[in-house]
């Protein structure tokens, strides 16, 4: 598996786009991050459900593993790209972006919020 080969995985899920995000690759939909490339190329990661994530550790341990802190607690899903099998790989891809696309879009930034209106005439005596 390489970082190509992970990216057109990614890119095939319907919807997908891939973005950018604190210097390295993401991949989106709905506007919300699905899955990464590291900026070493040499791993992923997979925005999995905790209960998920413990299946895919336990079934391929040499490829998947927690990301560091709170994020893999959470199920962020570290993928080591050497030697890891295509099939693994696009089963928590999968997984992955059906969890996200589950959730609700996120509202794009810049989208100006309406405030309640002013009277502005001017009041008469």
Request: charged share 25%; net charge positive; with cysteine.
């Amino acid at each position: 598996m390489t970082a190509n080969r992970f990216r057109r995985i990614a890119l095939g899920m319907s919807g997908a786009v891939e973005d950018a995000h604190m210097g390295h690759p993401d991949f989106r939909v709905g506007g919300r991050i699905f899955a990464t490339i590291h900026g070493d190329q040499q791993f992923g990661m997979v925005k999995l459900t905790p209960d998920q994530q413990q299946q895919f550790v336990h079934e391929h341990p040499d490829t998947f593993a927690p990301e560091s802190g709170a994020w893999g607690r959470q199920g962020c899903t570290r993928v080591r790209l050497k030697g890891a099998d295509d099939d693994a790989v696009g089963e928590a891809m999968t997984r992955a972006w059906q969890n996200t696309v589950a959730r609700e879009p996120v509202k794009r930034a810049g989208t100006p919020r309406r405030s309640p209106r002013r009277n502005t005439r001017a009041r008469r005596p």
